[in-house]
């Protein structure tokens, strides 16, 4: 299984940057995906997280200025964010759950609690810093 982000950089606030993340390995139309993030001294939330049925839902910090999307075909998942503050730097992480222990909600939630298991899996993140 890999998980692999890219996208990260610099950026000034106000600015935009898409992230992206290759997925390989397992199953992927079977799995809820998501954008976790990590900023230096806390612990990691959730941003956006998407349904197998393309349903998305997003963290508080994200709604309204970041967009997730899923290609199932190229098994590819993105985060279009825009707005970007200061607040948002951090590490972000790509995940993916199967869908049968992850709901969308469920796993916005209690997602950033999990380590690498059998039927999750993390990226190994992309720097965003905003400035």
């Known amino acids: 299984v890999q998980l692999v982000e890219s996208g990260g950089g610099s950026v000034q606030t106000g600015g935009s940057l898409k992230l992206s993340c290759a997925a390989s390995g397992f199953s992927y139309s079977d799995y809820t995906l998501g954008w976790f993030r990590q900023a230096q001294g806390k612990n990691r939330e959730g941003v956006a997280v998407?349904?197998?049925?393309?349903?998305?839902i997003y963290g508080d910090s994200a709604q309204g200025r970041f967009t997730i999307s899923r290609d199932n075909a190229q098994h590819t998942l993105n985060l279009e964010m825009n707005d970007l503050k200061p607040e948002d730097t951090a590490v972000y992480y790509c995940?993916?759950?199967?869908?049968?222990?992850?709901?969308?909600?469920?796993?916005?939630?209690?997602?950033?609690?999990?380590?690498?298991?059998?039927?999750?899996?993390w990226g190994e993140g992309t720097q965003v810093t905003v400035s």
């Open positions: 995940a993916a759950a199967s869908k049968e222990i992850a709901t969308p909600p469920y796993f916005l939630r209690l997602g950033p609690t999990w380590a690498q298991g059998t039927h999750n899996f």
């Open positions: 998407i349904g197998i049925d393309n349903s998305p």
